[in-house]
């Protein structure tokens, strides 16, 4: 009689812990279809000398949709003038051509013909970093890193000129 009572309670237990592996295991399954479909590019970085804005173009080259810039993330490596090499991590301000220092922003959208301010497979938009210290003149370099939401990784350097 008390190994039934014992059993009669540790069922809805190990039935809860069961449904949360399930929950868990659903979830996980969903980010890896979503990462195994999305991809990104950056291309034509432009880094004027003796700025404090670099510039590039973000391509969707998978087949999800980019929205949730928030959480995004920048790093930008760069060569500044006056010091040596400078690593910073930019926060989303939104939709502006300059974005205040220590931020980045999404200055134009390229091809958005489907979705307004959504990058849509096979469309770009031009993001513009605003960084603490001015570059290097002509002969350094830059390097911007970019995770979307979903967890995908770009980079690409380029020269400041």
Same mark, same amino acid.
Request: proline share 5%; with cysteine; aromatic share 6%.
């Given at each position: ?30 980010? $890896? ?13 432009? #880094? ?30 760069? $060569? ?7 690593? *910073? *991590? ?31 497979? %096979? *469309? ?13 003149? #002509? ?18 350097? %380029?020269?400041?000129?």
């Amino acid at each position: 009689m008390m190994i039934a009572i014992v059993m009669g309670m540790a069922i809805p237990a190990i039935l809860a812990a069961n449904a949360s592996m399930s929950t868990a295991t659903s979830q996980r399954l969903q980010i $890896d279809d979503i990462q195994s479909k999305s991809s990104v590019s950056i291309t034509s970085i432009q #880094a004027p000398p003796l700025g404090n804005q670099i510039s590039f173009v973000l391509n969707n080259t998978g087949s999800t949709k980019l929205w949730d810039y928030q959480k995004f993330s920048v790093l930008v490596t760069y $060569d500044a003038l006056g010091s040596s090499r400078k690593t *910073e *991590e930019l926060a989303y301000q939104g939709i502006s051509p300059a974005p205040s220092q220590g931020f980045w922003s999404i200055s134009q959208f390229n091809n958005d013909y489907a979705d307004p301010r959504i990058i849509n497979p %096979g *469309e770009s938009a031009k993001l513009v970093c605003h960084v603490s210290s001015p570059l290097l003149g #002509a002969g350094g370099t830059v390097t911007v890193a970019l995770s979307t939401d979903a967890g995908v990784v770009t980079s690409r350097s %380029g020269a400041i000129i």
